[in-house]
């Protein structure tokens, strides 16, 4: 039965990574005023061959996906500031998971959706590994019809998926690792295989380990999740594990899947770590070619002590190098099997943790999309990560929580710290307590750090309870009825609400701050309910003294406020002690308040320092595409240690933010203003704004162009007022084969045609601009007429025996094989028949090896693109 479940479990695994199916966990296009933009960055999935050609710069959207949040330090481990003082802080987690959703050509860094997830419990995970399958690069986005059963997804998805950069920049932040996955099956890649990774170069190396290395560079993650759920060559094995090591070597955090026997190369889960799969970990031979294993589910104490004890043969610690998967999607808050089997003879884990799928606390909630369920969705994240939906320490049903078995960890270090409670997502944005954008939004690039407890509340009796405020918009669960604020910046505060019969502390974060003589602390908080005489203090835990709550007063704040109000408290007393948890005492007065409330809205430690960062450097509007409302700014990126991130408005309203060179904004449909970006510190202060004015109204507009097939663009436009020359530039965005073409024309003119345009589908930029004003621009794909056709090197021919491989190109769709004229026809992944062609990502790599009728038919390859061009390649005859 273990052996048959083990086998269910990985078949599930795998059809989870491969193409999915129009299922509750599927993420659809978003509609309304969230839907996709005509040019919004979205990431791709890359095949083996796409891998060793890949250039960012033939790649249109690379340069806007890259992480660029570096890997942050955790603070050492403090066993006395844990909820759980008994948990070794050394047991890791890896959460394989999608980011925002599992979306196949909506993968953005941020979009303009409230109810998109957003994961808030990177303090006990070590390693974020993505999870969900991509198309290939160029397929049309046509191509997928969400209505359809997964069965009929006509199109390739690659065997790497690359790490949402925002979700990368969110682990990082927060000392978290984030790993690409690659992914082979007997199914759900088509013809990719594993073999094609381990060609070699003339000096023995791997230049797909090569790429892999590169590509994590540029992208700006850590390595790799490899999840090799088909068979190995048993002559491929040591190849295979020179191949891992170099990735190894080159940086790379490397974990394999308990999938294949080192002896066989068979599939074999064994649901432990033992002889059958642990060299793919360590090898008697290379070494370390892996730095954990991912181990399949069916596991007991028993494996699961087996485990631990032969890592310590090896000389590995299980804590860190063998990790227990747990299926959380598939069967969420009703486990099959019990983490207590993980506890050894001491009380404390024996293996590391990792789970697949924790994502469905969203994903597989029936109202994920719907913005007025989401604190539904809150809930969920929170029972499955502490084990109750409302932060309790008593356990809902049988599952007992990650926390149970993982202790929090920290990245709050140094002098400075600030958050804003900001979760990465809102209903709108405040600026400084005031709205400066009412619309939704999704951004986990904006995410503060969380906080290390949701929710460690000490009182004697009737705890106050603690929530995100989202604003009036929000929606909260039904056991609150506090008033909706809003944030005081971003899109969420924290509030405390309920009857205040006791002193509550309320822990927040786990640190290791240093006070210096300078320091002072900045709490800003309103109090919506009535005068009383509470009042708030804050509760610092120091490192010299854990247990006890150092609590300093705060004065006046047990009044209601009108609106946002900043105290500051000198913490100059405590110079050279190390702030260990930082957090907040409500304090209670001579009687019992009903209703109390209060929302803080910002911590900020300061060190006496003046750390506020220079305007940003080099702001320049990149794209203004008024015909589909998007704008793109680019500038200079300044030191992660000097600057956090960077907030972009039009005049006073906010658009956005994130910690990069670049920004895309959709549905900007202003016609004039100036822009702004500001620099935030790492203590929460901003610097002058750079600025860029633009006015539209002088501009041509209606720009439109239309490329024809004879290599020309008919570029059209409504003649400016102000009769200046026009000068048209058309630029390729391929950089790899640069080409730009500038024409003057006079003011009066409504248009030109530029020829000698490129024909090969390749992407543009037009702008347009009449005299020094304002450049207005369109982006588009020239006209498509261009096919290399099929190599006769790219087929083996063994007698009558044809072996076609993958055309190395990154344009085609179909290869149609004539024997006599007559299609070969060719088999298909899940089943799903013949085809009389090889079709992109769907024919099975059995399927491309064909016996001719006759040995002396005439055999021909007629390749097909996207476009529809096609080119014939004559292999016999």
Known sequence: ???????????????????????????????????????????????????????????????YLRARVPLQSRTAPNAATQRDRSLPAETQLLTLAGDYGNAFFESHPYTNEFSQYLFNFWQYTDAY?????????????????????????????????????GYTNAAHANGVKSLGCIFFSPNDRGDQDYAELLVRDADGSFPAAAKLIEIAGYYGFDGYFVN???????????????????LRDGGMYVQWYDSVSDSTGGISYQNEFNAVNGPWVRDARLGDVSDSIFLNYWWNKSKLTSSKNYAAGLGLNARTSV??????????????YNLDDNIGADGAPMNAVATLGADFVSSDYAAKTDDAAQAQVFDRERRWWTGSSQGSTTPEGGWKGIAKYIAERSVIRGTTFATSFNTGHGLATWSRGRVSNDAEWGNINLQDIPVSWQWWIDAERSPLA????????????????????????????????????????????????SVTPRSTLDLTYTKTSA?????????????????KVVQIPLAGTGRRTDGWRTVTADLSRYAGERVASLGLVVGAGAGTVQN?????????????????????????VKQLLPGTDELVLGWKLSDYDSVRRYEVYLDDTYLGGVYDEVFYAKRFTAVSGTLKVVAVGPDGSRSAPATVPFDLSSAPGGVTAVPGRDGTLAV????????????????????????????????????TTLTGVPADGSAYLLTVRSGSGTTTAVRGTFADTEITPYPVSAVRVSGNTFTFSRPALADWHTLTILENGVPKQFATTYGSGNKPYIIRGRTTRAAMTVTMSSATSRVVAVLEDYAGNRAETVLRG
């Open 1 to 63: 039965m273990q052996r048959a479940g083990a086998v269910a479990l990985s078949v599930a695994l795998s059809l989870a990574l491969g193409a999915g199916g129009a299922a509750a966990s599927d993420t659809l296009p978003w509609t309304g005023e969230s839907a996709v933009g005509a040019n919004q960055p979205y990431q791709h999935g890359y095949s083996p061959t796409d891998l060793l050609r890949w250039n960012p710069a033939e790649d249109t959207d690379a340069g």
């Open 129 to 165: 590994a993505s999870w969900h399958g991509m198309p290939t690069e160029g397929v049309p986005v046509d191509y997928y019809d969400p209505e359809k059963d997964w069965r009929e997804k006509w199109f390739e998805f690659g065997m790497l998926n690359l790490p949402n950069p």
């Open 228 to 246: 090799q759920e088909s068979a190995v060559a048993r002559a491929d094995i040591p190849a295979y594990k020179e191949f891992l090591k170099q």
């Open 323 to 336: 990790f227990a998967g747990v299926e959380a999607g598939m069967y969420q808050f009703n486990q099959p």
């Open 466 to 513: 603690a929530d995100f405020d989202y604003g009036p918009e929000y929606t909260p669960a039904s056991r609150f009825s506090y008033r909706k604020v809003g944030a005081y910046d971003g899109g969420s505060s924290l509030v405390l609400s309920g009857t205040l019969a006791a002193d509550n502390t309320v822990r927040l974060y786990k640190t290791d701050l």
């Open 531 to 547: 005068d009383d005489d509470s009042e708030l203090r804050l509760a610092l835990v120091l490192a010299s003294d854990p247990e």
């Open 596 to 620: 109390y409330q209060v929302n803080v809205g910002a911590l900020a430690l300061h060190d006496g320092v003046d750390r506020t960062p220079a305007a940003p450097q080099g702001l320049a």
């Open 716 to 751: 059209g436009w409504t003649p400016p007022a102000s009769g200046q020359p026009v000068t048209v530039k058309v630029t390729g965005l391929d950089t790899s084969a640069p080409y730009t073409r500038r024409v003057t024309v006079p003011g009066s003119s409504g248009g």
